[in-house]
């Protein structure tokens, strides 16, 4: 491949097309992505197991996107109703009711307002016809307690339409033309499965309506899309078999994750949470995946093992140069890289390897040395990254490693 520098190198758009050396693993993400199938990822850190996951999320056929809308319950407030719309619509919905709420409490203003005036007028009127400062009084007396208590209607109009009658959009897809691509890997069982968050004021009439602290999980957010889990061996086992019944059944209720708070008392009706999972881990970490959940992507999806290295060939010291290329790109604060320090990067993808004929694959460890490389040159005002760069941020990461 002849060129001077990395910027000649034209990247590919689409995300599956900058995926390195997982070949086997990208045509069978092409192929779940089509069919809509769950995918477990197997391998070590670093080797394109997200890049894939997101590459998947562009991949899925076109659906369409919905909002999800919690929605009070005059029967039983702690037992929210939930709606699901054409995208776009949720907000559509909640503008609606505002702006019709608006009105109705105009109107109400607009009258009692007038009934103010005329009780105001009225003590004047009936003095001027009674001839009797005592009929003055108990009219103006009348008119101030009507006053005071058009005022309360009124605090108590504005509460009430604010915190009960409002629908709360819980999943928001506005302007997103394609399926959503979420990373839960970390994420508290609260995050992942929805919740409804505490409320210190919840008695007395003063809290906030059990439909507005619900919460969305990143299983209902990535309705229509896709679910990517790192280390899912790592999430409790609780919460595992909760996941499990969110696949099995595309649909899960949302309910405050502590005991101690009032969300616990609150169970919505079911939200949709028809994703697709794209799991990930080591073989360790995989072990320690429940039962059930590895099964159940196994019978409904794909298990695929990732390569940690691939063969040195020509066209795969090319793969490593696109790679270098990409991460320049991604990064945008470093220059290019020159052939001759490209050439510097395939020689410690042979070393990082550390299998004879092999190059890594393990390309984080490889892009954190691009960016350090990058660093570099660009600290020393070079146009591009020459091979020199890249030796003085091997030296420099090496005496960070021993703490020097």
């Not at 109705?104 to 001839?131: C, D, G, H, T």
């Amino acid at each position: 491949m002849n060129y001077k520098t990395t910027a000649q190198l034209k990247i590919p758009k689409e995300t599956i097309g900058q995926v390195i050396g997982q070949e086997q693993a990208v045509k069978i993400i092409k192929k779940a992505a089509l069919q809509r199938r769950h995918v477990l990822l197997i391998g070590e850190p670093g080797t394109g197991k997200s890049m894939l996951g997101l590459a998947m999320a562009e991949l899925l056929p076109k659906e369409k996107m919905q909002d999800i809308i919690s929605v009070p319950n005059l029967d039983d407030e702690n037992q929210p109703k939930i709606q699901t719309l054409t995208a776009v619509k949720g907000r559509e919905l909640l503008a609606r009711s505002k702006l019709e709420s608006l009105g109705e409490f105009r109107i109400q203003n607009i009258v009692i307002f007038a009934l103010a005036i005329f009780s105001m007028l009225a003590p004047w009127w009936a003095r001027s016809y009674y001839k009797s400062d005592i009929i003055f009084a108990a009219f103006f007396l009348g008119g101030m307690v009507f006053i005071v208590a058009a005022v309360l209607f009124i605090n108590m109009g504005k509460r009430f339409n604010q915190k009960v009658l409002f629908p709360r959009i819980i999943v928001d897809n506005h302007k997103k033309d394609h399926a959503p691509f979420f990373d839960a890997t970390g994420a508290h069982a609260g995050a992942l499965l929805g919740d409804v968050l505490h409320d210190p004021f919840q008695t007395g009439g003063l809290g906030t309506p059990p439909h507005e602290r619900v919460v969305a999980g990143m299983i209902h957010k990535a309705n229509m899309g896709v679910l990517f889990i790192d280390e899912l061996g790592n999430l409790q086992p609780a919460t595992q078999q909760e996941l499990l019944t969110s696949l099995q059944e595309g649909k899960y209720s949302i309910t405050g994750q502590s005991e101690r708070s009032a969300g616990a008392m609150v169970r919505t009706e079911l939200v949709p949470c028809s994703f697709v999972l794209v799991a990930a881990g080591n073989v360790d970490s995989v072990t320690h995946m429940h039962p059930a959940l590895r099964s159940r992507i196994r019978g409904y999806g794909y298990e695929v093992y990732m390569k940690d290295t691939m063969k040195d060939t020509p066209e795969n010291r090319d793969k490593i140069a696109y790679f270098v290329a990409q991460e320049i790109t991604k990064d945008g604060k470093i220059p290019h890289f020159t052939k001759e320090a490209v050439d510097a990067m395939i020689e410690e993808a042979r070393r990082m390897a550390n299998h004879k004929g092999h190059l890594t694959l393990r390309l984080r460890e490889l892009g954190g040395l691009v960016r350090a490389a990058g660093d570099v040159a660009h600290e020393q005002k070079s146009k591009f990254v020459e091979k020199q760069h890249i030796l003085d941020a091997i030296e420099a990461i090496e005496e960070y490693t021993r703490g020097i």
